[in-house]
């Protein structure tokens, strides 16, 4: 689907909002405010610490095809100045999630984006064909991660059978900077993971140019 083009959203009003299609759906962000993956719950479980009302779009905790269990063993190492935390990513799996959110989903004030978690690109293809049925999920995120241009671009087009709009989920330095080390990167594998990456890399600018304007 189509996606937003590099240095295109910075020249807007960086308090307005954005939207994004796939041809067959629109997603709208506006406020350009949206949580990291997991922090809020899969639906209202997050309002006492923030207001619905307020974002452009919740992110759901990473989504698998079937239930996960938490990490066992030792799943915390300190170190100074932080700490590396392993959870496992537990969660009950796709179709228990939707069959208990989304109800709630219809009414939120904003729109709702699924992180879907998949091993390979069949997984996420099943998910994203099920969710192509679910009208409350206004768009699919997906952890790219250190993820190689080849693999990406799998996860990218198998993520199209959802019709929804894909964000990618980035490390941060390839959303702040696409160098020209980042463009090779994708560009050996083919457009469809320079889309996700350019995706990723203007919401993250617009993001950070609202903030600018606000504080």
Known sequence: PPFPKPGTIGTEDPAVGLTLSSGKHDLTIDPPWMNAAGFLGFSDE????????????????????????????????????G?????????????????????????????????????????IYRMADLLGGVDEVGGIELGLGETEPGEAAALVTAAHASTRPILAHLPLEDAVDRTERDRARVHREGKAAEEAIAAGSAFF?????AAQARW
């Open 46 to 81: 997050g309002r006492r610490l923030v207001d619905p009302a307020r974002l452009g779009a919740l992110v759901t905790p990473p989504v698998g095809p079937r239930p996960r269990s938490p990490a066992q063993g030792r799943r915390l190492v300190e170190f100074p100045g």
């Open 83 to 123: 700490f590396l935390l392993h959870t496992g990513l537990p969660g009950p799996g796709l179709s228990a999630v939707v069959r208990r959110h989304r109800l709630r989903w219809a009414a939120l004030p904003c729109a709702v984006i699924l992180h879907l978690l998949g091993t390979n690109p069949k997984e």
């Open 205 to 209: 600018k617009q993001s950070r140019l």
